[in-house]
Structures are given as structure tokens and as C-alpha cells.
């Protein structure tokens, strides 16, 4: 099988080394990847977000099946272009992928589908986004409406600053604060059918003890053994199905991956949102634990064969990741400086993000530069792995959190 991979970040470096995996694929592209892609599969040149350079991408190379990896693309229609030259693709449509591009149109399909999540009004203007913090009182929770690359909520105790935030984006949703553990779950669909990967929880605010700004997530960890007993069966028979049948009944079968965010209050677990795609850091975690062979697993979503195919089946273990992010981030990262110290150890490896290569050098090319994974039997030494291979590492002015899955008496 000859599969491409679009995306240039952690999540389709993770995809990559996967698929790499996987004996059944034997020739893994990407467009346009990163230096450590590089090392697994062939580059190619092309505008992620152009869906007819995509199509005619994969048609050139004869792909058997194409993977979007983030939700841009998705929500451009590259998915579309790729089914229609006749090639498989794993991502949903330009329409269905709006279940992550549109909060207020997610809010719509869950409401549709009894889905249990917070209570929300959709705003348009200043006013109306004031009446909606009044409405539900602090904390405030202001999502802009668009696509933000994981950075467009705010979450505070302070009004002003929420509408603040309010105000810099066209239209937001405003909705009441889920109080309690946050988990992410993926589901696997093929239109019809759905199958769950195992929990992971990441952690999105840029300084220990959850301080600071929101990021698109600076490390995670699975499998998570404090989970409630039966969570994945709960949310696949409350959420994920429900979802999917709303989404079928309009005309928009989901073809990919449903990301599944969720705060487990005390009145069970809600959705705090949905994404189009594999969440980046969980999918390095996720993927590294996965015993099924990766390849088979999208090729079914892409083909609606997911019923046929053998339930995902996952390694013993631990996984656990830390986001090695750059100076000022996720405000104003700085970009161009060097890197040192990549080779991986026994137990633990280097997933590049947000990289490029300069006359020959690794170099700093994003907020997230680096995802280091570390694994081993359990989390305590997958999470010392992961910090070892961490401390090698040369990039000035970076920082790192150093909770990510600290647990209990847990520590370094």
C-alpha cells in the first residue's frame, strides 16, 4: 500500500513513524512533512490547504490512500478533492470536518443528537457576548467560533478579559464552565461504524500546575488507570454514536477520526469540544501504544469497511510526552536557532513538530518544536524516559513543563 501523508507537525510525524510500521505499507510520502518525517518517508512541495494540488499530488504518485492529517486542509476540502480523483482518504469532508471548524455548528449537531455538554449561546456582537457571560457567570469560557490551531479559547475569572477576547474575534461561543478532569478520546469512523482508542489526557496550559495561556497542548500521557471503569463504553454509546448518526442524517457521513474532549463532572462526562482530527500531542502517545498495524485501520475508514476489521488492539505499557516549546511561546515564538541532542535513547524518541533544516542543521520553526516520547512498562519510568531524553536537548530559550503526568506521589 502507498500512502500520503499531508501535514507538517507532531501529529503526522507520529502518523508517519506508525504507518512506517506497518508491513503493509510499503511506500509512505508526505507533503509537506519535516526533517524528521524526512527520515521515514519522501517529501513533497505542495500547499496543505490546496485541495486541487493534494489531489493531483496523490494522483501523480498513485497513492492508495491519503491521510489528513490537520483540520485546515480538512476544512478547505482537501478530502473532498481526493475522493473525488478516486483515491481513499482518511479525514472528513470540508462539511462534516466543520464539527471542529464551526463551535457553534458542533453545538447545533450535539444538541440535535442529545449529546451531554455544556450550555452555550453562539455571539455575534460585543453585547451579546456580555449577556452571555452575565448568563452563566464565572469561570468564562469564550471559544472563537473559527479554526485557532488550539489556541483560541480563554478561559478566566477575569469578564474583562474574556471580552476582550470576545471582541478580537467575528463570533464566539460562550458557554458554562465543565468543572472536573479533562480526558481525550478518539473514534475511528467509516460513516457508519465506529471503534474508540484507548483515553489519553494532555495538558493545555503552558506552565506547570496549569498556568498560563492556553496552548495546543504541551505533553500527554496513556493509557490513564484513574479512567472511571467503563468511560470509553459510556462516551462511544452516548457521544460518539449519537454524533455520527446526526451528522449521517443530514447528509454528512464522518469519514476519520472523531476527537472527543471531554470533562468528567460530577454529573458524568461532558464534551468540551470536538475536533476533526487526531489531537496533537495525545496522537503521539496514542500511536506509539497501538499493536494494530495503522495502515489497515485508515484504509478501512477510508473504504467503509471498519465493521469487517479487527477492534484496535494496543501494547502494555505506558507512553508519555513532553512538548519542548520555544522561547515565547505561544505568543511570539522565536524561530531560526539551533538544535542539538535528537538521537534517541532506549526508552525514549524524538517526534519533531515544528522544525526545518537550514544548509544541513536542524532549526527551531514554531511554537511546539519537539515532542519527546518516553515509554516503558509502566508511567513512572515512561515518564522518566521522556524527561531523560528531555534534559539532552539544546535549544536555547526553550522551555518545558515538567508535570506532565505527575500523579499522586509521583515525582521527579
Known amino acids: 500500500m502507498r500512502v500520503l501523508v499531508i501535514g507538517s507537525g507532531g501529529r503526522e510525524h507520529a502518523l508517519c513513524r506508525s504507518l512506517k510500521l506497518d508491513p503493509h505499507v510499503t511506500d509512505l510520502h508526505c507533503a509537506p512533512g519535516n526533517p524528521g518525517i524526512e527520515e521515514v518517508a519522501t517529501l ?161 496550559r503552558a506552565y506547570d500546575g496549569d498556568q498560563g495561556p492556553n496552548t495546543g497542548g504541551m505533553g500527554a500521557y496513556t493509557p490513564l488507570p484513574w479512567a472511571p471503569e467503563g468511560l470509553t463504553e459510556q462516551v462511544m454509546r452516548e457521544v460518539v454514536h449519537p454524533t455520527i448518526g446526526e451528522l449521517a442524517g443530514r447528509g454528512l457521513p464522518y469519514q476519520g477520526v472523531l476527537y472527543v474532549g471531554l470533562a468528567l463532572t460530577a454529573k458524568g462526562p461532558k464534551v468540551v469540544e470536538f475536533n476533526a482530527r487526531f489531537g496533537d500531542p495525545e496522537a503521539q502517545v496514542l500511536l506509539d ?23 484496535p488492539a494496543f501494547r502494555d505499557g505506558s507512553a508519555v510526552t513532553v512538548v519542548v516549546a520555544a522561547e515565547g511561546y505561544p505568543v511570539a515564538p522565536t524561530k531560526g536557532d539551533p538544535i542539538d541532542g535528537l538521537e534517541p535513547t532506549d526508552g525514549a524518541y524524538v517526534i519533531h513538530a515544528g522544525t526545518r533544516r537550514v544548509d544541513g542543521e536542524v532549526v527551531s520553526d514554531g511554537g511546539r518544536v519537539l515532542s519527546v516520547v518516553g515509554t516503558g512498562p509502566d508511567q513512572r519510568t515512561a515518564r522518566r524516559n521522556a524527561y531523560d531524553l528531555v534534559a539532552r536537548i539544546r535549544l536555547r530559550g526553550s522551555f518545558h513543563r515538567t508535570d506532565i503526568a505527575r500523579t499522586g506521589a509521583e515525582d521527579m
Open 44 to 204: 513533497h512541495a505542495v500547499t496543505p490547504t490546496d485541495p486541487g494540488q493534494v489531489a493531483g499530488l496523490a494522483t501523480r504518485i498513485g497513492a492508495d490512500l491519503v491521510v489528513v492529517g490537520p483540520e485546515a486542509p480538512l476544512v478547505a476540502g482537501v478530502a473532498d478533492a481526493v475522493r473525488g480523483a478516486g483515491i481513499p482518504c482518511f479525514g472528513p469532508s470540508r462539511d462534516a470536518a466543520m464539527i471542529e471548524g464551526s463551535k457553534s455548528f458542533a453545538k447545533d449537531v450535539m444538541a440535535a443528537a442529545g449529546v451531554p455538554t455544556a450550555r452555550a449561546r453562539t455571539c455575534a456582537t460585543p453585547e451579546e457576548a456580555a449577556a452571555a457571560l452575565d448568563e452563566f457567570g464565572a469561570p468564562y469560557v469564550v471559544k472563537d467560533d473559527g479554526l485557532a490551531a488550539g489556541k483560541g479559547v480563554v478561559v478566566t475569572n477575569d469578564r474583562d478579559l474574556a471580552l476582550e477576547h470576545a471582541r478580537a474575534c467575528e463570533r464566539v461561543v460562550v458557554e458554562e464552565f465543565l468543572d472536573g478532569p479533562e480526558v481525550s478520546l478518539f473514534a475511528l469512523c467509516d460513516g457508519k461504524a465506529a471503534v474508540a482508542l484507548q483515553p489519553a489526557q494532555d495538558f493545555k
Open 289 to 311: 501504544r497501538l499493536e494494530t498495524p495503522l495502515g489497515g485501520l485508515l484504509l478501512a475508514c477510508a473504504t467503509g469497511t471498519l465493521a469487517e476489521h479487527p477492534a
